[in-house]
């Protein structure tokens, strides 16, 4: 028994693929996402929409999920960091994390992946200037950003030259 | 030979900069941090917080709370009476409060339900009656003799006011020290309290099983001492609780005590039989706390005519908050460590830390030692100037020297400090701009040292600080266990580095079991920069545990002398003839079949004549010290106060880096906080309440406003260090907030004597209107 409202059923789609779900009115995409799906990817550090940690992309925009209620999302597409690696092969934006070590705890990192990757569809050649302004609304306290925009920019030369190649 | 001379020949991780073996975890968000974890059942807890700084409780009904459908549970300070504390020294919280409350935020109940928002609504319908009693909230109030009215924050305490703790250590004849000096400086500087902030808001998981055994995930930095803190409050032998350690999204000290929210999941889930979540909001993140101290600092330091230190006193005082925490450690700590980076003639420190109604303080990177050696470099640039003489050679000129004694009696082994001070000065032509940029633009510079752990343990006892076991299998993979805790500054792969090294085997071949009490032997924790130096050292010595071994079985197949084997690449083969060879697995399961289960043991002990014989002594030793130097460049708008920092070149001699690209994440980061605290970052208050508790007010540095950070790794050689490693998880921060307060006083030519340097700061300074703090008689203190 609880005390809350009753739940309303409907499809997301997250990473591509539908799930039908019961959840409350109330919830955010953040909670449906962590606690119904068990896509843990998505982390909080505020709940406040302050720290950029929860970030997902909802039909091709990045959004605050703990500012955005499940609700809104319905009908749209979610993608989260689980859906970034194909068939086990990381985003070039992954591995150039992994390789230059921008994530340090980790924990702020889905948000800064799902950013970047958004930066770099409109722009593979962005200047440390763009990157940083796109990543404006992320804190991580364990990098002083440095490796981050490093590894963006990796990223992004990667990218392009698969492109060209 | 390896770099620290042991027969080790060619290697091929230490010194690799590899990716780290838990970084797939971390950008596939496939890594379980605490609150991630969900079991069957599991129910939801909150805690219910104080709304006073100081009051009595006079009365907690819940009966009206309990009835809520879906509440489970509820609990109180008299359910679990007993108190703890991180310090033998001061056990002074209980999990809920009793009788009386201690700052905003405290906890008071407990409530558990199926779910969070009814344990939430379920908390509002607590009826709890308070009688308010005065606040205590700054230093000068704390040091007030307690009149009739008053009441002190711990009325047991023996004094007449609120300190919770004196020092006072003279070592050398100061008097003759001040009487040899022909300037003598005396400086009063402040340093406003910050907290950790990791993102990740802290989290614990409590499972009961059927058999009472419990076991508690926690985002905690110490297992081993939550395990103890655990046994000893819940009234249950150690060895029926179970702590793991998950991965720790960010700790910076915020994470190294046990705190109520863990032990009240743990409670729960006794009494419930069901698993028992607790997570912190943000807000109650800032309530929890434990972050750096507010200190007030007051240097002597009497200057010869050659420019050497003849004489230092250094008093402070520190604003505790309303427990003890680590605090009688951040106490020495803030004199301990000034005199292992320069040579002084006499060196006295006496120390005060007193208790108010705010959140608790206690260890934040760099713990104690960042505030005096933010008013100490500081101080050292005036005199620097005072002496017309660059302030990066006068630094060089008085510097420690590797292998000595400190005139605290510390030991120093390797020491890169006059390294880094030439590398940072190099790298931004510091001599060519210092004092010669134009009004507005500043360059500023300092160094500072720090720990590679606690000489000492927290709790008396002659047992290793660190114990590991390395297991191979007979499919050649290699486990380590360690009861180590990641908290992202990267010991699983500094443990799985140290291994392969050690075995010669591919570090994607070494799994990691780490942070488990059942699994793993105990590692302290990762506090005091102390996990590389002391669980790299025993897991390396469980390394060649094995190795041993195996070199006996693989020289008798190759008909060599064990010490002629060498272990690379996955192969074990003769080091005068390398063509002969076996490979790791058939090496490994020959050494089975000969001598049984392959496995060995190592652990670590700092050696026992680290420091001088007197009380007080066991704060500050160190089987080695790191030495860093910073220097920062900015830019002062006049107009609006704003300083903006161009620039930050950071050297850090970490000994020998075990994976240089982790080490200069470290440094980055610590060269981002740092400049974070110089800046704004402040645990500020409005009468008896936290200002700013979220993540939008309490301003840390986004990415807009951090700067080029350049790392420059020094290695030294540190004959004792695993592979001659040393720490570079917190001493990198200390130099980069006096650098930049150097910077800024070179900006404006006039310094300013606090912390953050805030627009408001630098505009008063511009008026002229702040000045030098008011050098005041010390209060509550002896003179020595
Ligand atoms: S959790 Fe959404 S912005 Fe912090
Ligand atoms: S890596 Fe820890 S917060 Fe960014």
Redesign the interface.
Known sequence: ????PSKILATLRVNGRDATLAFHPHATLLEVL??EL???????????G??G?CTVIVDGTPVLSCLTLAAEAIGRSVE???G??VDGT?HPV??A?????A????????GF?NAAVHLLEKNLEPSEAEI??A??G????????????EAVALAGRRMRASIDG | MGKNGASHSGSHVVGAPLPRIDGYAKVTGAAIFADDMALPRMLFGKLLRSPHAHARILSIDYARALRIPGVVAIAIGSDLPIRYGILPSAQDETVFAIDKVRYVGEPVAGIVAEDELTAQTAAALVDIRYEVLPSVMSIDAALLDVDGNGEKIHPDSRRDNNVHKEVHLTFGDLDAGFADATRIFDDEYFFEGNTHAALEEHSAVASCGADGKLTLWSSTQTPHYLHRVASAVLELPASRIRIIAPPVGGGFGGKTEPVAHELAAAYFSRKTGRPVKFTLSREEVFYTHRGRHPVRIHLRTGIRADGSISACRVQTWLDGGAYGSYGVATTYYTGALLPVTYKMGAYAFDGCRVYTNKPPCGPKRGHGTTQPRYAFESQLDEIAKELGLDAGAYRAAIAIDPYSRTVNHLRVTSCGLREALSAVSERTGFSDKHGKLAPGRGIGLAASAYLCGAGLPIYWNPMPHSGAIVKVDRGGGVTIFCGTSDCGQGSQNMLAVIVAEALGVDVLDVSVCSGDTDLTPVDLGSYSSRVTFMAGNAARSAALDVRERIAVVAGAELGIAPERCAFENGRVFDRKNPDRALSFIDAARATEARFGTLAGVGSYTPPADLHGDFKGSGVGPSPAYSYSACVAEVEVDFETGEVRVERIVLAHDCGRALNPRIVEGQIEGSAYMGMGEALMEESAFRNDLHRIPNLLDYKTPTILDTPRIDAIVIETKELEGPYGAKEAGEGPLNPVIPAIANAVADAIGRRIYATPITPERVLQALDGTAGPLRLRAPIAMKTT
Not at chain 1, 1 to 4: F, R, T, Y
Not at chain 1, 97 to 101: D, H, I, R, S, Y
Not at chain 1, 105 to 110: A, E, F, I, Q, S
């Open positions: 028994m609880s005390i809350a962590r606690e068990r896509l843990t990817g998505t982390k909080h550090g505020c709940e406040l302050q720290c940690a989260t960091v689980e970034l690696a990381l992954q591995r994390f992994l390789e230059l070590g994530a340090q705890c980790g924990y702020c990192t889905p992946l940083r302004d990543l404006a992320h804190l991580c306290r364990c990098t002083g950003y440095t490796k981050i925009v």
